[in-house]
């Protein structure tokens, strides 16, 4: 089954090249069948691990990974993926902070492997920073493009449209709450919800 | 129906003893606080709403002064005028722990305030239900208070009034006494059309149908941000929906919380980083702290505090403090903080362990730590 799932997503990854971050996303959840579940959270973890076959693994110091970047004074990394070894690392420091923020970063890593692994530069390693991950509202707004890419992917998989669209007037729009379900952190929650133009002015960051 | 949603008036409020308003011989804050509950009440008069709604804290005590009764009953006497009813709830500041003394919301009851102070009550004007839940000690009674209220079916909106914080929202209020805090459930679930809630000194709007006001005066500096304003709701129009809501927005004593980043400088150089984060902001009646970051002990020792007075002379108050990082040791005084830790950690590293990398390692759950602190503060 895993062999199967690898080679669809092989060819999912072709696609991708032409797709939009969220319709990537949204052909993954169909593609491992998550598309129709209607409640939240999306268990991103599975889709990592089982369905596309990546190894997701926690290190405290990313830089100390074999094949990481040079450590650079007061520069922090979040994420990386090795898609030569199809693995994803995960800083654990922010994953003991916040589940949250773990699963947003492993989504993160994946939209890489979805969208940018095959794009001609960056079939390499990837390397994503503290500011690259989505975290802060601001910081979720002005990456750099293909970070930018993999955090809209990130979102549309963790909080897919519809499922927040049915959802949040469920629960009159309670950001926090919505978080808590989706099982994201409540900055991941808010940006969603400001991106899809659901939040009037006075709820608005 | 059009109404005025306030909460955290906190009549009677002090701050800085010794600091009068030179007209009124009273403590400066308290005029503050007084000069915004008018304010106040100047745009609800103008506005015409039908209703002010009051959710909790109105005074700063259980037990307020007679100058701040006073000032209570001017605003109300000015509503009454208007012919605009208004309803008003406990808060933790002016619900008594001791019940037998009375409540002085009996006091306002014979003034024609309709008031929540023992236990729920539900008032109707014109063609709206106000559901009027006061403090409660204990949360899960008022959970089931809560719980246990049933909207009007014949009346054209349903207003729940509140007065606690919420699960895992930072709060922004300051000394608290007896506060209870809701889980985000009890007001999402909660079937009314508008939740008007108080506590929360900074305005928030939890859900979209869910609105902290915030304190009209900063009371303190967990509330330097944003602007402080007149809530009004129009109950006609669906929640979210443009007109839904409406801030006018108060003039507020200038409050500043400055953090400056004094690492490698003197004791010059630290006044001279003041001044520079001062910038153009106006100081003239301010309230003003500064927090001196990555300050080196002896620096500290140096400094001459009358230049702060001097540049800080025409503010209400102002306090010039250690920042949260504390005071460092100088290059005299041995080595750095940080490279201490690096020393201490070598010298003790088992054999076969990357101890650069432990180190590193170490130093991050330092800085996470730190940002913690930096981002708790912040909220």
Known sequence: ?205 | MRIIHLADTHLGFRQFSGKFDPERKLNQRECDVYDAWHRAIDIAVTREVDAVIHAGDLFDSSRPSPRAMAEALDGLARLRDAAIPVIAIAGNHSTPRFRSGGSVFEILERFGLHAAWREPQTFRVADVAFHAVPHEGDGAQMQEDIAGLVPDPTAAANVLMLHAGLEAVPTSTYGEVNAIELSQDVIAQAPFDYIAMGHLHRFQAPQINAIYPGSLERLDFADVDGEKAVLEVDLSTPAGAPGFLARHTLRTRPMLDLLVDCSACDHEAVVHAVVSAVGDAAVDGAVVRVRLEELQREVWGALDFGRFDELFGSCLHHTVQVGRTGLRAGPEGGVEAELRFDAWARGRMPSGVDSEAVIAIAQNYLKDASASEVEADAA
């Open chain 1, 1 to 205: 089954m895993l062999h199967d799932s690898h080679a669809h997503n092989v060819a999912l990854t072709g696609k991708n090249l032409r797709m939009s971050p969220e319709d990537a996303a949204v052909s993954l959840l169909r593609a491992a069948g998550l598309a129709g579940i209607a409640a939240p959270p999306i268990d991103v973890l599975y889709l990592a691990e089982e369905h596309v076959g990546l190894d997701v693994q926690e290190h405290a110091d990313l830089f100390a990974v074999p094949g990481a970047p040079p450590r650079e004074s007061g520069a922090r990394l979040s994420g990386l993926l090795f898609p030569e070894h199809r693995r994803i690392y995960v800083n654990a420091v922010e994953a003991k902070r916040s589940h949250g923020r773990k699963l947003f970063t492993v989504a993160h890593e994946l939209g890489h492997w979805h969208l940018h692994r095959g794009d001609g530069t960056a079939v390499h390693t990837r390397f994503c920073s503290e500011a690259d991950v989505g975290a802060a509202p601001a910081r979720l707004k002005s990456t750099q493009q293909i970070e930018h890419e993999a955090n809209r992917f990130a979102a549309a998989l963790l909080m897919p449209e519809p499922m927040v669209r049915s959802l949040a007037p469920a629960v009159q729009f309670n950001v926090r709450l919505l978080a808590q379900r989706f099982d994201v952190s409540v900055p991941a929650m808010q940006v969603r919800l400001e991106a899809l133009n659901m939040l009037p002015d006075y709820m608005r960051r």
